[in-house]
């Protein structure tokens, strides 16, 4: 009976003293949590890059980047763009000199072309892309506007529901609008302030209604839920023509690549491939080649781009 008692105590002692040790290491857990913010508030050290990146971002000299980044709707800072572009020109040398056989000094102009076209290729890709997403919301956003005054609320408080219930990037604009219209900016010349902003015939159109329906009157309901509905079907027509170029598109993308890239290769297999390319005769052809090449994209790009 004696060690049965025994070991019981010993497992019921056991048991609290593990509880114990839970609770202990708890509670010490939190303290170090309330010292580390006590002393370093919560932040993490920046590194001297980083500061100094966040010290461009704030001058005049970043906000031209920011706002063509920002109109391509790439979620990237202006510095961390420009080291973006510092990275992808290290890496394009290095790829050209290790796996192309071109060395130095033709592999910095060969590297700067082909960042400086890729640059120019992704931006003309991504062009307006912000002002087609928000096209893109537009039925949205009038159908909110649609149900908030046959609710029974202004166009003031139907806007402040858009700007809450809208997804990016529509919201941060119509967030702003809403702001502006609360500082006591004119409605009228709020409107018109949003329309310049986004520069689209669609916006203009809807900005255009808005300020005919507030000033002469009307069912605003039945004609935000007409051009919701119209916007709609337009968008999927859109969606149908982009499929239907869908391989014509992708051809204009690797038409231009393939001949480059086989030329480097070639160049791999044959020491001095491209020797031929950087003398009398062979500049005339390298330009005819680079000439041709961007025409055969941009043609490309012309006959698929079918405006609705």
Known sequence: MAPFIIATLAAFMFIISIYFYLDHRMVKKEWRKNIHEFYHEGKKRKSIIVLLGDRFDR??????????????????????????????????????QNFFSIKFPINLIFAMIALEGGKRILFLIRKNYMKQKLVEQ????????????????????????????????????????????????????ALKALEKRIDSREFQLFVATL???KKAGGNLYSVLDEMSNTLEER???????????????????????????????????????????FSGVGLFLLAFFLVGTVLTFILVRKVTNIRV
Do not use: H, W
């Open 59 to 96: 001058t005049e000299m970043a906000i031209p980047i920011y706002e063509r980044l920002r109109s391509a709707n790439i979620s990237l800072t202006p510095s961390e763009y420009i080291g973006a572009l510092i990275v992808s020109y290290m890496g394009v040398i290095i790829l050209l």
């Open 138 to 189: 537009l039925p949205e956003i009038c159908r909110t506007l649609a149900n908030s005054t046959r609710s029974g609320m202004t166009l003031t408080q139907g806007i402040n529901l858009v700007a809450q219930e809208v997804a990016e990037p529509a919201r941060s604009e119509f967030q702003r609008l809403a702001q502006e219209i609360a500082l006591g900016i004119d409605f009228n010349s």
């Open 235 to 277: 968008k999927i027509l859109l969606q149908e023509v982009k499929t239907m170029t869908a391989e014509q598109r992708y051809v204009s993308y690797i038409v231009p690549v393939i001949p480059i890239f086989l030329v480097l290769m070639m160049n791999n297999v044959i020491d001095g491939f491209l020797d031929p390319l």
């Open 211 to 213: 300020l005919i329906q």
